[in-house]
């Protein structure tokens, strides 16, 4: 059950609304459920003799009867109230009894209370009602109303539960503003696919990803084609930024500016200078990539970031967890700027479910995300991806270690008590899978096609790599339509001179695998990352001399890794 409070200034207007056809005669038998009165107020939906102006001046009485100097401006408090896609259907009855349990919850019409405001409560479909009230009280003061919305949510929950209803994640106090009404129904008029409001948190959130400074922060707002004004002080220090949408303007034809911290409570301007503040940003790349940084390249450079970021997440550092939420988001935001056509659509979706998921109380003063955040800006600096041969490969390596680093947050999450970040999370992670399956499809084919080529012999010295590594779940990889591609895989790295056994033990010990969606997919891209393998199947014809010293020298050194993994992330011990 969802409360949306707002408010406005026509009483009128918003009954004309609620009492007509809708916008897309959607509205029908718009009638009355409660008022304030102890009998229903008289309803123009089912009485023939009243009319809206008749309701209107009637709930505006208190309202008219201030001097004109004392009335507010906007004194119309509307809060739509709606059940839960699945929920049963409720009667008028019990919806007068939401009604007045939610308005004497927020402090407009307090239970016993003989001067507080009039308001009224309109059906027109099933599934909602809209609360309308005035609010001057009878005896001329304003109502206390402090912080509704939070009372409104928590005795919706309280109402889920006594009535059967899906109980939905209570809040904490760190989501962004949601649209109003309002704003929704101007961008239906519009034709606009959202809200401004929405397609503004996304726009100055994908600025952010990555930026090294405030400058550049402000000069990727201009490149997207925002507007922005920064309220600045005598000294000529930024104070505070806004930002609107060309063309996005209110009646008086002044465009229609929202604050960074009216889209979400951590683009402020001073929260925007603390992720900044952590420390100067490289590209993620090195040497000759400086100049020339290829797509691919920056996806791989960041894969092993987004699984150490995940490791994270299951340690019990919670400063160093949340800082490397923000990093993951950050690159969500990169991504889904560079993306191919392919996946483009779910990595914006899954970017802008994950930002929630970013933010808690927790927070992250004194952790380094300087890694991943670098990262990210590599992707941008790349530019835009093909989605084919090898930026393709790289794409699914990448994503495939996203969709882990989204189920650790999810039992992160949960394990906090954090639901709407844990189920923003779980969003995320559907999204990313569907880009993932995309963007995996072609690379994979090709491992399969080039796995069906192997010799019988070197098939089954393969296999025998993988019962030796893996001993517990061997039979389940090998009957998986992905084993060709995983012995393709295995023996490309054979032939760059890996010994498979060893090579396979090592991304094995690197981190759990129970979380994984399909382990033959993660063994894959872990294999190809490690041995520095193409993110696309090599078709060279097998060699059967390799040379011994190097591979013992390479078992060697992925058993030293593993040791080290197993003493902590980053090398510190796990408490």
Not at 530 to 554: C, M, Q, S, Y
Request: glycine share 8%; charged share 30%; proline share 6%.
């Amino acid at each position: 059950m969802v409360p949306d409070i707002s408010t406005g200034g026509r009483t009128y207007g918003l009954l004309a609304y609620l009492y007509g056809p809708g916008r897309r005669d959607e509205h029908t038998d718009p009638h009355l459920v409660a008022s304030w009165l102890p009998e229903l107020a008289s309803d123009p939906g089912r009485d023939p003799g009243a009319t809206l102006k008749q309701l209107t001046d009637r709930l505006d009485l208190p309202v008219l009867a201030l001097p004109k100097d004392r009335r507010p401006v906007r004194h119309v408090w509307h809060c739509p109230v709606r059940t839960a896609p699945g929920d049963r259907q409720l009667t008028d009855a019990e919806w007068a009894q939401v009604a007045r349990r939610i308005i004497h919850a927020t402090g407009i019409a307090e239970e016993g209370d003989s001067h507080a405001c009039r308001w009224i409560a309109v059906r027109h479909a099933e599934d909602h009602i809209h609360l309308v009230a005035t609010l001057v009280r009878e005896d001329g003061r304003r109502p206390r109303r402090h912080q509704d919305g939070i009372r409104a949510q928590a005795e919706c929950r309280r109402i889920e539960a006594e009535f059967g209803l899906q109980v939905l994640n209570p809040g904490d106090r760190t989501a962004a503003q949601r649209p109003t009404s309002a704003e929704r129904s101007k961008a239906e008029r519009t034709g606009r696919s959202e809200p401004s409001r929405e397609t503004l948190r996304a726009s100055v959130r994908q600025a952010l990803a990555g930026a090294a400074n405030e400058e550049e922060f402000f000069r990727r707002l201009r490149e997207a084609g925002l507007r922005v004004e920064r309220r600045l002080a005598p000294s000529g220090d930024a104070l505070g930024y806004k930002v609107a949408l060309p063309g996005d303007r209110n009646r008086g034809g002044d465009p229609i500016w929202f604050s960074g911290s009216k889209l979400a409570p951590d683009l402020s301007l001073p929260k925007v200078r603390q992720r900044l503040a952590a420390g100067p940003l490289d590209s993620g790349l090195s040497g000759d990539d400086q100049d020339r940084p290829h797509p691919a390249r920056t996806r791989r450079t960041a894969a092993p970031l987004v699984e150490r970021a995940a490791a994270t997440l299951t340690a019990d550092d919670d400063e160093d967890a949340a800082a490397q939420l923000v990093g993951v988001g950050e690159l969500l935001d990169a991504l889904a700027q560079t993306s191919p056509v392919s996946t483009r659509g779910e990595l914006n979706q899954a970017a802008r479910a994950f930002e929630r998921a970013t933010r808690s109380h927790i927070r992250a003063e004194r952790s380094d995300n300087r890694a991943i955040r670098s990262a990210a800006r590599g992707i941008l600096r790349a530019g835009d991806a093909l989605g084919r041969g090898e930026d393709g490969g790289a794409t699914a390596m990448l994503l495939s270690t996203l969709v882990l680093a989204t189920i650790a947050a999810v039992h992160w999450h949960s394990a906090r008590g954090h639901a709407q970040q844990a189920a923003a999370a779980r969003q995320a992670a559907c999204h990313l899978r569907a880009a993932y399956r995309s963007s995996s499809a072609s690379p994979l084919s090709m491992m399969r096609e080039q796995g069906r080529r192997l010799t019988p012999s070197a098939r089954r010295r393969h296999a025998d790599a993988l019962s030796s590594a893996l001993p517990d779940r061997a039979d389940q990889v090998l009957a998986d339509p992905g084993w060709e591609a995983l012995a393709a895989t295995l023996d490309e790295a054979e032939r760059a001179g890996y010994e498979p056994t060893a090579l396979l033990q090592g991304v094995i010990d690197q981190r759990e695998l129970e979380s994984a969606d399909n382990l033959t997919d993660v063994l894959v891209w872990r294999l190809r990352r490690t041995a520095k393998l193409p993110a696309t199947a090599d078709f060279a014809p097998h060699r059967p001399g390799i040379e011994k010293v190097r591979i013992r020298r390479v078992a060697a050194e992925h058993t030293d890794a593993a040791a080290r993994a197993a003493a902590g992330v980053n090398g510190r011990p796990r408490r």
